[in-house]
T-cell receptor
């Protein structure tokens, strides 16, 4: 069974540039999570979906960050105008709604210069 | 909201010794507990999960202890080897199918 896949694996951009991250969850998983992990810190939730619906996006900086999961499968996280403080690894995870185990992808490491 | 603290932030042990990492949480409704391992440049690898009705769980050289009275979760790696060197995170959640709150991580170095 394929795991959670993410692309790109690395991104380097200047402040003010836009970037999109893509996540393909494990087939059949209805719940998808995006976490931000700054260097030397634990992951922190940005947003999560059940199917195509946003369940919690309270931690998503809404003025610059957006996330969609239009068909309830793949998801895209976009940063509209990146700041140096956005430098982090962005992790995607998926699970079944009623299961307690989340499966994490390898992450996208973002460096904003 | 839930607060999760993890200690120590750094831990160095000789090969063959045990290593203990401790997390404390604040929400008494927390029901699911996890330990993850993260190697450089990699995602999170689930090591063990426990539900709140379990006080102790052992698997493959790892022991997880849950003290609900003190709201404390610990991970004990017995007979650590260099391949155990990584960053370890605890995570908790009150309900399955919701997001997890993570500790701040412990960087473990096992010295040959």
């Amino acid at each position: 069974e394929a795991g959670v896949t993410q692309s790109p694996r690395y991104a380097v951009l200047q402040e003010g540039q836009a970037v999109s991250f893509w996540c393909d969850p494990i087939s059949g998983h209805d719940t998808l999570y995006w976490y931000q992990q700054p260097r030397d810190q634990g992951p922190q939730l940005l947003v999560y979906f059940r199917d195509e619906a946003v369940i919690d996006n309270s931690q998503l900086p809404s003025d610059r960050f957006s996330a969609v999961r239009p068909k309830g499968t793949n998801s895209t996280l976009k940063i509209q105008s990146a700041k140096q403080g956005d430098t982090a690894t962005y992790l995607c995870a998926s699970s079944f709604a009623r299961a307690d185990t989340q499966y994490f992808g390898p992450g996208t490491r973002l460096l904003v210069l | 909201g839930e607060q999760v603290e993890q200690r120590p932030p750094h831990l160095s042990v000789p090969e063959g010794d045990s290593a203990v990492i401790i997390c404390t949480y604040t929400d008494s409704a927390t029901a699911y507990f996890y330990w993850y391992k993260q190697e450089p440049g990699a995602g999170l690898q689930l090591l063990m999960s426990v539900f709140s009705n379990v006080d102790r769980k052992e698997e493959q050289g790892l022991t997880v202890l849950l003290n609900k009275k003190d709201k404390q979760l610990s991970l004990n790696l017995t007979a650590a080897h260099p391949g155990d060197s990584a960053v370890y995170f605890c995570a908790v959640t009150a309900n399955s199918g919701t997001y997890q709150r993570f500790g701040t991580g412990t960087k473990l170095q096992v010295v040959p």
